[in-house]
């Protein structure tokens, strides 16, 4: 089993390294950790004894198994050296080290959007998250960002809640549309 | 021909006004979102899954086949105007037909793409058509066993396909499994991995899968590595070809129909391996003129894989429609789909929904034809799209995810829970798992437990019947093969 060292920051940096530095070994742990917590989570459910022995345990017993079996190989696999390879994509540089800072400011507008859509209601909600989310990743006219925000927001709601009957809270906006 | 006197049915059907309509939307929405950076067929027919929430079965279906098809030539698309490598689908043709644009000749390049998939597309829908019934003539006769033998295959072939690292392909398997398990037991009504959170009762919509682990993936894994250079578009006029051009191009569309279509209908084929054969076979065909351009933009190189591309997404609905199994990622999304409707793929559709069937296939012919029509003369305008500025482009991503979570329930559970499958997405790019296991898993995973529950039912607890059945033997020696193939090939190579 992997040690604490994995929530060291420098073993989480970035470009990896040999065997226990490699940052994707959280990953093989957290697939051998999910195979036991599979286990164990679906111990408590109760078995209706049924005849045949097979009740809502069995297939999450034999996932888990698999999984723990998986992770075993995968744990072993990356403290050898393995290492998979960064997917490809067209907008993606994969010499460059991640951006962590990015992705973190990013999570943290998606999940204040999240708790807020409620009371905010999708236009003001959803203009908000375009208008973080462009400026994050590095929009540089503002102005025009949040005219799209604000364009965007409004017509995803015409389509959505008018023209597709979707209901979408409108919270701040409840009353105006 | 009785099957032919159905297609004819169905094309009355989808030859309606409103239908057509609808394959109009399909196709434009799906070319629009396809051609996109950084999204796949998968992530476009995820993605606009919402749209269709609230439109009838038989015009939702038809709607799909134009985004299925239009995802796919959007993507051809960026992928020969942008230097960039793409998703692995499409890599191959940006092998040549990035080249083929730079040297001026764009307009050839995304001509013998659009005809070649429309020619690959018409054909192996026809195919489709014909084998389709047969397939599902000889699955009505499938036990229980059977058809788990047959999910264990996906499984297993999907995941030592799909990745360099078989381990890597299980483990996605294994994440997709366990999110399938989230929720109530079908059978008995038993809660299960739901940590006590109401809202998981009924599992994880695989639309919040499908788009957590796609779009929100592939935004946190942009954001973390974002090119920050000006995209580099090549211009283009009207898409067309000359004679010479057609002369190179008729023989490579048909040998890439001839791979695509049997690649795509096997379990775990996909279209990654028919594209990367029909272009290593049109190089080693090439002679000649084509030979010296090979590596410097040869038509042949862009005709022969987009061909095979296409035919592969038809055949990947063999298997979809006849037995209910999801070869490919953007297969388990339709099935998903299908599944939204109350409708489960399989040979009793074919027999309970005929109409709907031959509706969908008639309908793939009718938005291929559109995609021709509508590709030739648009390509500048596609072209354009691809200057949307980055950080507008993936704003605009996660606000249409956070849509499709959120439009299901209005509840913001949902969207957290789109936010981790998207932290898992993100991870899985990074570290090289393939997804396409992960959202096959998901959904088949449960298919596969009721299965498995009921041979073993029949079988009174005797494991034995899971290898009774001809069928089932030989379904699992090939799972077997599937992950020990790849272990041998390496101890060879050492």
């Keep these: 089993m992997p040690d604490r060292e994995l929530n060291d920051p420098q073993a989480r940096r970035e470009g990896g390294g040999p065997g226990w530095r490699n940052p994707e070994l959280v990953l093989a742990a957290a697939v051998l950790g999910l195979g036991a917590f599979v286990i164990i989570g679906t111990a408590g459910v109760t078995t209706a004894s049924s005849a045949l022995g097979l009740g809502p345990r069995f297939f999450p017993f034999l996932v888990g198994g698999a999984m723990i079996a998986v992770g075993v190989c995968y744990v072993i696999d990356v403290l050898r050296g393995g290492h998979g390879d960064p997917e490809q994509s067209e907008d993606i540089d994969t010499r460059t080290p991640a951006d962590l800072r990015t992705v973190a400011i990013v999570s943290a507008i998606f999940l204040g959007f999240a708790v807020t859509v409620d009371v905010l209601g999708w236009i003001t909600g959803s203009a908000l998250l375009f208008f973080g989310l462009a400026v994050t990743l590095g929009a540089r006219r503002r102005i025009r960002a949040a005219a799209i925000a604000i364009a965007l927001a409004v017509g995803t709601h015409l389509l959505f809640v008018e023209g597709l009957g979707v209901t979408l809270p409108g919270g701040l906006l409840a009353g105006v549309i | 021909m009785d099957s032919l006197g159905l297609l004819l049915d169905g094309f009355t059907a989808a030859l309606t006004p409103v239908n057509l309509l609808y394959a109009l939307i399909g196709v434009t929405l799906g070319t629009f979102v396809g051609v996109l950076p950084g999204i796949g067929p998968a992530m476009t027919v995820a993605l606009l899954l919402p749209v269709t929430f609230n439109v009838p079965p038989a015009s939702a279906f038809i709607m799909f086949a134009g985004i299925y098809y239009g995802g796919m030539y959007g993507g051809s698309t960026t992928s020969i105007l942008l230097n960039t490598p793409g998703e692995s689908a499409s890599m191959i043709t940006a092998l040549e037909g990035n080249k083929m644009a730079r040297r001026g000749r764009a307009a050839q390049a995304l001509a013998t793409a659009a005809i070649g998939s429309f020619i690959a597309g018409t054909i192996a829908t026809l195919l489709l058509a014909l084998a389709a019934p047969v397939i599902a003539e000889v699955a009505i006769s499938f036990g229980p066993a059977d058809y788990f033998a047959l999910a264990v295959l996906a499984f297993t072939a999907v995941s030592s396909v799909l990745s360099r690292s078989v381990v890597r392909g299980l483990a996605s398997l294994g994440l997709g499994l366990v999110i399938g398990l989230i929720g109530i037991d079908q059978q008995t009504g038993q809660a299960r991995l739901t940590l006590g959170i109401p809202q998981l009762l009924d599992g994880i919509d695989v639309v919040i899968v499908a788009v957590g682990l796609f779009a929100v993936g592939e935004v946190l894994y942009v954001a973390s590595r974002l090119r920050h250079d000006s995209p580099d578009v090549v211009p283009v006029g009207r898409a067309f070809m000359d004679r010479s051009d057609w002369g190179r191009s008729w023989r490579p569309w048909l040998r890439g129909t001839a791979l695509g279509f049997p690649f795509g209908a096997l379990p775990g084929g996909g279209a990654e391996i028919p594209t990367f054969l029909s272009y290593t076979l049109e190089r080693r065909l090439a002679r000649g003129r084509a030979r010296e351009e090979f590596g410097k933009g040869a038509i042949e190189g862009v005709a022969g894989p987009e061909a095979a591309n296409n035919a592969a997404a038809a055949g990947t609905l063999v298997p979809l429609l006849t037995l209910g199994l999801p070869t490919s990622a953007t297969a388990a999304i339709l099935l998903a789909a299908f599944q939204q409707y109350g409708l489960q793929p399989g040979p009793q559709l074919f027999d309970h929904n005929p109409d709907l069937v031959w509706g969908l296939l008639a309908s793939l012919f009718v938005g291929n034809a559109m995609l021709l029509v509508l590709n030739l003369p648009l390509a500048p305008a596609w072209a354009r799209v691809l200057h949307i500025p980055r950080p507008y482009l ?21 969207l957290i829970v789109l936010y981790i499958l998207g932290l898992l997405g993100y991870a899985m790019r990074r ?48 799972s077997l093969l599937a992950l020990v193939l790849p272990l041998v090939r390496r101890l060879v190579r050492r």
């Design chain 2, 431 to 478: 570290f090289g798992l393939p997804i396409a296991p992960a959202v096959i898993g998901m959904i088949l995973g449960p298919m596969a437990e009721i299965q498995l529950r009921r041979a073993l039912a029949i079988g009174a607890g005797d494991v034995t019947v899971l290898v009774s059945s001809p069928v089932a033997i030989v379904f699992l020696s090939l």
């Design chain 2, 394 to 414: 993936y704003a605009g991503i996660v606000t249409f995810a956070a849509l499709g979570a959120y439009a299901l329930s209005a509840s913001w559970v949902d």
